[in-house]
C-alpha cells in the first residue's frame, strides 16, 4: 500500500480522574519534521513521543497537539517556606524598631508575603502517566495512517490512470516516427527531380541525406526508456511502502526523455505529442510530491 503525506487522527483516553487528548495532522515534506505542542508538565514525554510517532510516519510535516486534563483531588498542595515567613518577620521587626512604628504584624498579613505560601504539584506516577499517553497517541496516530492509506489509494489508481495515459503517447509517438522518414525522402526525391528535370537522380546521395535525417529525428532510444520509467512506476505503485523519493527520482527522468524526444522532433504531430507528454508528466510529478 502507499499513503499520501496528508493526513489526521484524533483519540481521546480518559480514565484514573485523568483525560488525554491527542489530534494530529500533517501536509507535505521533503523529510520528517514532527511540531509537538503540549503542556510543560508533559515536556520530559517528547522524546518518547518522537519516538513512537516514527513507528507511523517516515516523511511529512506533522503537527501534534495534546491535551490533559486531570480531575484528581491531590494534584496539588500547599507547601510552607518557613525560612522565607522568618526572613520576612525578622525585616518588619527591624523596620518597625528604626522607624518607632507599632509592631502589629499578624499571621494572615505574613502569609499574603510572596513565597510564604505556595502550591506545588503533587509527585505523580510517570510510569502510568506515560502508559495512558501512549495510548492516545497510538490510536490517534492509526486513525491518522488510515486517512494516509486512504488517500494514497485514490492516488495510486489516479496515478496510473495517468501513467496508462502517457504510454497511450508514446505509442502514438513510436507509430507516427517511421512515417517521418518515409515523407522526408519523398519530397526530396520530388525536390531534386523538380530541379533536375529529365537528368539522372543519384539515389546514393537521397539516400545518405536520408540516413542523416533518420539519426537526427529518431527517438527509438527515448520511446524504449520512457516505457522502460512508466511500467517501474506502475511496479513500484503496486509494490507499495514509502516510494514518494523513487517515483520523483523517475519523474525526473521521464520529464528528460521528453525533453530530448521534442529537441528531435521535425514534426508537428509528434511535437504536439511531446508537448502533451511532458504535461502529463508533470501532472504525475504534482501528484507523487503528495506521497509518503
Known sequence: MIKSMTGFGRCEIAENNRKFTVEMKSVNHRYLDVNIKMPKKLNFFES??????????????????????????????????????????????QMAEEFGLDDDIRVSTLSKYPEVFTMEEQDVDEEELWK???????????????????????????????????????????E????????????????????????????????????????????DEELV???????????????????????????????REANTTL????????SNYAIELKTEIEKVREQIQNIE
Open 48 to 93: 518518547a513521543i518522537r519516538s513512537e510517532l516514527k513507528n507511523y510516519i517516515s516523511r511529512g510535516k506533522v503537527d501534534v497537539f495534546i491535551t490533559y486534563e486531570d480531575f484528581s483531588e491531590s494534584t496539588s498542595g500547599v507547601h510552607y517556606n518557613k525560612e522565607a515567613a522568618e526572613a520576612y518577620l525578622r525585616y518588619l521587626r
Open 132 to 174: 495512558e499517553l501512549q495510548r492516545a497517541l497510538s490510536g490517534a496516530a492509526e486513525l491518522f495512517v488510515q486517512t494516509r492509506v486512504t488517500e494514497g489509494e485514490h492516488l495510486r489508481e489516479d496515478l496510473i490512470a495517468k501513467l496508462d495515459g502517457m504510454e497511450r503517447l508514446v505509442d502514438e509517438i513510436a
Open 176 to 219: 507516427r516516427s517511421p512515417k517521418i522518414v518515409a515523407e522526408y525522402r519523398q519530397k526530396l526525391s520530388d525536390k531534386v527531380k523538380e530541379l533536375l528535370g529529365d537528368n539522372t537522380m543519384d539515389e546514393a546521395r537521397i539516400l545518405t541525406e536520408v540516413t542523416i535525417f533518420a539519426d537526427k529525428v529518431c527517438v
Open 225 to 255: 526508456r520512457l516505457r522502460s520509467h512508466i511500467e517501474t512506476t506502475k511496479k513500484t505503485l503496486i509494490e507499495g511502502g514509502s516510494i514518494g523519493r523513487k517515483l520523483d527520482f523517475i519523474a525526473q527522468e521521464m520529464n
Open 263 to 270: 529537441s528531435k522532433s521535425n514534426d508537428l504531430e509528434i
